[in-house]
């Protein structure tokens, strides 16, 4: 008897775990466990993801998903014990508490970790020396020399299924909880494979088109990532079939992925804290009134059209457009001088597709303190950011209707005038530049 531990790989095509499974003989339970750690980090548009995404695998599984609530250390030895398990297959986990709770786990049962939820696992992209990559440009060259597997031959039928109400003495299965802060995204293997092919029909223009927030022409397939439903290799597999600008650009896209899940392996302590210790000096504004700054760039109150539109769409469908998200984060961290972490930690409250390598070390390079980051002179002007990469204005449109009657780029500017209802400028971004790059300089 084998157990397969699903984690961050729900779904049953391209699941390594699965064919070595198999190769252990007899039938196979499939497990989740619902950990309160995990769940009261995330937020409820994730929890919702997460709860829909196990109701689709337990319905692939034909009902015989074993999911349990509690802590993994106590409650994955019971499972072994109640079915006579000898291993428990798993994706391995390569996240600072993932990696703290396999260990506790591999103390009572034997684990055995077969790929990651990444192109290349974390840790195998190194210099020549040793010495892991600070830097993305010659991270990427050495994981594209490097390369990665095919798509792992499985599916449902790969393994015999367990029915666990067959069997006594097992933990109590527990029905799959609903989240009141629900998410509109599909969830579920065949929706991140509907998803996927239909983002291939339009991907030669990602390159050209991924930074207008105004065409929604991404991909949208972050929140599949994360939890797994889709795995990259099928992704890069697909990918490879492909030549254009538009291909290579989303194939690099996909290795920042691995690049910062790699900087979160080597340095666990940069989801919390500055990469860069220098920064640990710098001046941060943290007071009531920038609670106050904080509170009003949360609802989308500042009066900058690009930003408020950011963070009403992240109200809104617990997602923001990845250029809107460094112009807003750029504005908290360089106009308001607030913690890069105030606005990581509401980004993964509210996102369903927030993870947090990709999250924390996102925000770290917009504010300067992250490896590879944007230059402390880089501060973003959200009006200019705002007319080049929505130049039409819908998408500022869209998000804040009351300047739906403004036209074009004057949305922007507001040049013609500001409507009565539309706060004006919290802040004098001109003026906070400066205070910015004073401030950084200092160090």
Request: aromatic share 10%.
């Amino acid at each position: 008897m084998t157990v397969v531990w699903f984690r961050r790989d729900l779904r049953t095509n391209d699941l390594p775990t699965l064919t070595t499974a198999a190769d252990s003989g007899g039938q196979v339970l499939g497990l989740f466990v619902l950990d309160d750690v995990l769940l009261k980090a995330s937020g409820g548009p994730r929890r919702d993801f997460l709860f829909r995404s196990l109701e689709a695998l337990d319905e692939q599984l034909n009902g015989r998903l074993l999911v349990v609530k509690g802590d993994p250390e106590s409650v994955v030895p019971k499972v072994c014990k109640a079915v006579d398990a000898d291993e428990v297959h798993v994706s391995a986990d390569y996240g600072p508490y993932g990696r703290t709770r396999d260990e506790r786990v591999g103390e009572h049962v034997r684990l055995v970790p077969t790929g990651s939820p990444y192109a290349i696992a974390p840790g195998r992209v190194a210099k020549s020396d040793g010495e892991p990559y600070r830097v993305f440009t010659p991270y990427f060259r050495q994981w594209m020399e490097h390369g990665w597997r095919g798509p792992a031959d499985t599916s449902s039928d790969t393994v015999d299924w367990l029915d666990p109400s067959q069997v006594k003495g097992i933990p109590k299965r527990m029905k799959i909880p609903t989240e009141k802060d629900a998410s509109d995204a599909p969830a579920g293997e065949k929706a991140a494979s509907d998803a996927w092919a239909e983002f291939l029909e339009r991907v030669s223009g990602y390159d050209d088109e991924r930074n207008r927030p105004d065409l929604d022409s991404t991909s949208r397939m972050s929140v599949h990532l994360k939890y797994g439903t889709i795995h990259p290799r099928t992704m890069l597999a697909d990918l490879g079939k492909l030549r254009s600008e538009g291909s290579a650009s989303y194939r690099r896209q996909i290795a920042w992925r691995d690049f910062y899940a790699d900087i979160l392996f080597q340095r666990p302590d940069s989801a919390r804290e500055n990469y860069d210790k220098k920064f640990d000096a710098i001046e941060l504004d943290t007071g009531k009134h920038a609670q106050e700054m904080f509170d009003a760039w949360k609802d989308g109150r500042t009066g900058f059209p690009i930003v408020d539109a950011g963070m009403r769409q992240l109200k809104s469908e617990n997602w923001m457009h990845n250029r809107v998200r460094m112009i807003v984060a750029s504005f908290l961290v360089k106009d308001l001088h607030v913690p890069w972490w105030w606005g990581a930690r509401y980004f993964m409250d509210r996102l369903v597709d927030g993870d947090l390598a990709s999250n924390q070390h996102g925000w770290q390079w917009t504010a300067g303190t992250g490896t590879d980051a944007s230059p402390y002179f880089r501060v973003f002007n959200p009006i200019t950011q705002g007319e080049k990469f929505d130049p039409t204005g819908d998408y500022v449109r869209r998000w804040v209707p009351e300047l739906r009657g403004e036209e074009g780029r004057a949305v922007h500017t507001l040049k013609f005038g500001r409507p009565k209802d539309y706060p004006e400028p919290i802040v004098d971004h001109k003026h906070e530049r400066e205070v910015a790059i004073a401030r950084f300089k200092s160090l």
